[in-house]
């Protein structure tokens, strides 16, 4: 049975993914959620459901290859190729530029899947598609878990997130939650309790 959005927002918060509350984001700016999918895939049956979606929505497209960027995009796209039964790669981050190693290559017409766990400005999924390209193969299309762009992200190709989660965020001075005082979390210390 296929999964809603609301059956994913649920799974989110029971696995602590998506947290509500007043936190300050690496980029300065406040916000009264956070979410972190590593908390999600970290239960391999959650990572089943979810990515299913993807690997349903691409099963009748033609695929050699799933590629991902790592770190964050390589548990979705391994769950991906398992269930489509394809090759699975990343390209790591090498001074601050994103490549294939570790020997993985791509053939010249190989249809790439390529996955990933959120896009917000969807900047690695379009270094991974370039890299794609500079092997002459053929990208596929795009699958993420969570689309955090605002509906802003075109990569140019097919694209499908298993939901939209609209990030909002604001500048300290606007922020309303600081006003009534609640007190304010850096996500990753130890403050976060689920
Ligand atoms: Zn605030």
Redesign the pocket.
């Known amino acids: 049975m296929r999964l809603t959005e609301q059956e994913i927002l649920e799974i989110f918060e029971k696995t602590g993914a998506l947290l509500r509350g ?1 936190f300050l984001l690496t980029s300065g700016r ?1 916000s009264n959620v956070y979410f972190q999918c590593a908390r999600v895939l970290q239960y391999p049956e959650y990572a089943e459901k979810i990515c299913r979606l993807i690997a349903n929505h691409y099963h009748s497209t033609e695929i050699d290859t799933v590629i991902a960027p790592a770190i964050g995009g390589i548990v979705v796209g391994q769950e991906v190729a398992r269930q489509l039964n394809k090759k699975s790669i990343f390209a790591e981050r090498e001074d601050k530029t994103l490549s294939l190693r570790r020997g993985f290559i791509l053939e010249k017409g190989e249809k790439v899947l390529v996955c990933e766990d959120v896009v917000t400005t969807g900047g690695s999924v379009f270094e991974v598609i370039d890299i794609v390209k500079s092997f002459e193969a053929e990208v596929a299309g795009v699958g993420y878990i969570v689309d955090r762009s605002n509906g802003k992200v075109n990569f140019g190709y097919p694209q499908f997130s298993t939901m939209k989660l609209d990030a909002v965020s ?1 500048p ?1 001075e606007e ?1 309303s ?2 006003k009534e005082g609640i007190e ?1 979390i850096k996500p990753g210390s130890k403050k976060i309790k689920v």
Do not use: A, S, T
Request: charged share 10%; with cysteine; hydrophobic share 40%.
């Open positions: 007043h406040h604001f300290r922020c939650l600081c304010l």
